[in-house]
């Protein structure tokens, strides 16, 4: 839209740097439809000047990063309506290598930013998202998070997550009101289940073009998501792990659960 205002849309470009931009190293490099090779190169170049780590997106909903990390972290929002305590969920995760578990870094963003970015990803026709979840109601409750005090954990004021059981009772009472069936987790099904999430969102992202490289994904997820450098970013353990045996997963999912879980291709690759 910024580009269609201007007769020179070639010179338009998006730079989304990652939250605290002094901090963190990744830069998304955003083209536009039109943006000339010269911009992107000059994006690049002011990158490396900044000392931070570039990757081209293409202009779309999320662009790489964020795009990806909403159905992981939609799953682990699942996974907590379905049995699991948000503690659990997260230090499944956390032990698995990610740097944060994905609830608590809802409430150091604000849950009220990841409840309209779910709604804006409705309205845009992403319908394997959930159109509701037990977020909804922490939201409503004006738990936001780290900064309203209480979200999925209480916080005191050195922010240490403190889990609540009232939350834990919520979610019983939520998963009963919705006729959620209940079942136990180990800590390796909830890391596979959130993984084989943003496995496929990254695939897909590949197949629509938004990102150019396997490596690309990798790096948007080692720079500025936590993943651990050691496992080698998400694409590369799913390559690592066996394409095939996680495309047979998500679709025995797929038949069972729906369209959250159809597999895309490339892990057919």
């Not at 536009?32 to 931070?52: C, E, F, I, Y």
């Not at 305590?85 to 944060?100: C, F, I, R, S």
């Not at 979840?133 to 997550?161: H, I, M, N, T």
């Amino acid at each position: 839209a910024l580009a269609a205002s201007t007769r020179r849309p070639e010179l338009v470009v998006g730079h989304h740097f990652f939250s605290p931009a002094p901090v963190m190293k990744l830069l998304e490099v955003v083209r536009g439809s039109a943006t000339s090779a010269q911009v992107l190169a000059t994006s690049m170049d002011l990158a490396r000047r900044l000392n931070k780590t570039a990757v081209v997106s293409r202009n779309a909903f999320g662009f790489i990063g964020n795009r990806m990390f909403l159905p992981y972290r939609s799953q682990a929002v699942s996974i907590a309506e379905e049995g699991a305590e948000p503690w659990m969920v997260d230090k499944a995760l956390v032990d698995w290598g990610m740097a944060m578990g994905p609830l608590a870094v809802g409430d150091l963003s604000g849950l009220d930013v990841f409840y309209r970015i779910r709604h804006i990803a409705q309205q845009l026709g992403l319908g394997h998202l959930d159109a509701e979840s037990f977020e909804d109601r922490l939201f409503g409750q004006g738990r936001l998070g780290q900064k309203s005090g209480a979200g999925w954990y209480v916080y005191c004021a050195d922010r240490k997550p403190i889990p609540d059981p009232d939350v834990e009772r919520q979610l019983r009472l939520y998963a009963a009101e919705m006729a959620i069936p209940q079942r136990d987790f180990t800590p390796e099904r909830i890391a596979e289940r959130c993984l084989d999430a943003l496995i496929n969102e990254g695939a897909r992202l590949l197949e629509e073009g938004v990102a150019l490289r396997d490596v690309d994904v990798d790096i948007v997820f080692l720079f500025g998501f936590g993943f651990p450098a050691w496992r080698g970013g998400p694409m590369f353990y799913a390559t690592r792990t066996g394409k095939k045996k996680i495309h047979e997963r998500l679709l025995r999912r797929y038949e069972h659960f729906g369209p959250f879980w159809k597999p895309s291709e490339w892990l057919l690759a």
